[in-house]
């Protein structure tokens, strides 16, 4: 693996699979092999495969690696519910190791792994573990996405302040304008590029029918190696 981000954000509909499948399709168009990985997802659908999680599969659609589902998303729930009460409600405990040998699996057979967090950088998994927990299980550098929306600096900021607080590369952010109809877009943006140290990757405008190629050339590739 030569590039890996873990992909977080200000707060669930943040678009965190939107930017990640935007990513992967920049780095697809370089040459690199990629993989993309959701170790946990809630919100799944049946099928006679299994649970299955709309975000996953899009990750795994846009990936070039052909990976199983399984590999994709290793712990998948029905309920729309914080991941850690989907695992109790199911009496399955989501194991940290478990994900971890998944993404080393993963990481040797790719240039690039994206990997994908459920909603916002402190969400609990267990009884022990939040999602910060889990990016620094596997040590990726972070990308954070904020909802362009009312509210956003406070979430961004603090986002920032933990992501920061974890030791984790903080690899740069990604403002996602998720309400057209917000007032002061472009003020916003600039108030949090003079507040976040880390680089500002580009700003992905409102769109619902843009493909992720067209997003790709929103962004920014942040080209930081996996371990710096």
């Not at 304008?177 to 680089?199: G, K, Q, S, T, Y």
């Amino acid at each position: 693996m030569k590039y890996g981000y873990f992909i977080t954000g200000t707060d669930t509909g943040a678009g965190k699979t939107r930017i990640s499948t935007a990513l992967l399709a920049a780095f697809n168009a370089r040459g690199f092999t990629t993989a993309a990985m959701k170790p946990v997802a809630t919100g799944c659908f049946n099928t006679i495969e299994g649970l299955r999680n709309d975000d996953a599969l899009r990750l795994q659609q846009h990936a070039s690696l052909p990976l199983s589902y399984e590999q994709i998303n290793p712990y998948a729930f029905a309920p729309a519910i914080a991941p850690h009460l989907a695992a109790e409600q199911a009496g399955r405990v989501i194991d940290m190791d478990r994900i971890k040998h998944t993404f080393g699996a993963v990481a040797v057979r790719a240039d690039v792994v994206i990997v994908e967090g459920v909603g916002g950088w402190l969400v609990p998994l267990n009884r022990d573990a939040t999602i910060a927990g889990l990016a620094k299980s596997i040590g990726l550098p972070v990308i954070l996405v904020v909802a362009i929306r009312l509210g956003c600096l406070n979430h961004a900021l603090l986002s920032t302040e933990s992501i920061e607080q974890s030791d984790l590369p903080f690899a740069g952010w990604i403002a996602n304008l998720v309400d057209p109809a917000m007032l002061c877009i472009d003020e916003n943006i600039e108030a949090l590029r003079e507040r976040i140290a880390a680089p500002w990757l580009g700003s992905v405008p409102w769109n619902p029918q843009a493909t992720a190629t067209e997003d790709a050339q929103q962004l920014r590739l942040p080209l930081r190696g996996a371990n710096s």
